[in-house]
């Protein structure tokens, strides 16, 4: 059974705290991303990767780092936690070419994270 | 960015009720997909449609692609209590997805 893990389903952090939240996939899957999901806010894309130690900014990047050291791994790094970044997080991935759009991303169960 | 729209925003009903959601576009999408959410958990893909007026069937579920490629609908048929969750969809632009911010859906049994 083909999977997304989250290290993490519920999180409780400090301010000020770096925050690591870990995503592993086991399908050689290329693209690998990071959501937060609000309510009234729906998904929205902080960084993705396409490759092995490439990262891109999604829409909302500030205050996050990501790091992408082997193909099944992609971490979202929180540097100095605030309150605002309480989130629900969400990992997904997939494969490149017409696979991505016929098969979809696959997410994780997500993360969620309290900034106290 | 392509701005999704979906509506209802929320939606509550009883067990065996149909019901419709919707989802629009600023402009046409290359492809569309639908997802559901259940409560504590990732989305999982339904539906990807990429035909304009396509419709596909998945059980009680019916998917509409429009004509024009700008709109797309979610039917259910006798909703059942499984059915809870937040349906979202999605336009594929490149190897990105924008998502709508979704219909949750109750349904009461």
């Known amino acids: 059974d083909v999977k997304v893990t989250q290290s993490s389903r519920y999180l409780v952090k400090r301010t000020g705290e770096k925050v690591f939240l870990e995503c592993v996939q086991d399908?050689?899957?290329?693209?690998m991303f990071w959501y937060r999901q609000d309510p009234g806010l729906g998904l929205r894309l902080i960084y993705f990767?396409?490759?092995?130690?490439?990262?891109e900014k999604g829409d909302i990047p500030e205050g996050y780092s990501v790091s992408r050291e082997k193909k099944e791994r992609f971490s979202l790094i929180l540097e100095s936690a605030s309150t605002n970044q309480t989130s629900m997080y969400l990992c997904a991935s997939s494969t490149f070419g017409a696979g991505h759009w016929i098969y979809g991303y696959t997410f994780g169960s997500g993360t969620r994270l309290t900034v106290v | 960015t392509q701005l999704l729209e979906q509506s209802p925003q929320f939606l509550s009903i009883q067990e065996g009720e149909n019901l419709t959601v919707y989802c629009n576009s600023s402009?046409?999408?290359?492809?569309l997909q639908w997802y559901r959410q259940e409560p504590g958990e990732g989305p999982v893909l339904l539906v990807t449609?990429?035909?304009?007026?396509e419709v596909k069937k998945l059980k009680r579920l019916t998917f509409q692609f429009g004509d024009a490629r700008k709109d797309s609908s979610l039917h259910i048929t006798a909703a059942q209590p499984g059915d809870t969750g937040l349906y979202l969809c999605?336009?594929?632009?490149?190897?990105?997805?924008?998502f709508g911010e979704g219909t949750q859906l109750t349904v009461n049994p």
């Open positions: 402009s046409v999408f290359s492809s």
């Open positions: 990767s396409y490759d092995v130690k490439m990262k």
């Open positions: 999605c336009e594929t632009s490149g190897s990105r997805l924008t």
């Open positions: 399908m050689d899957h290329e693209n």
């Open positions: 449609v990429v035909t304009g007026g």
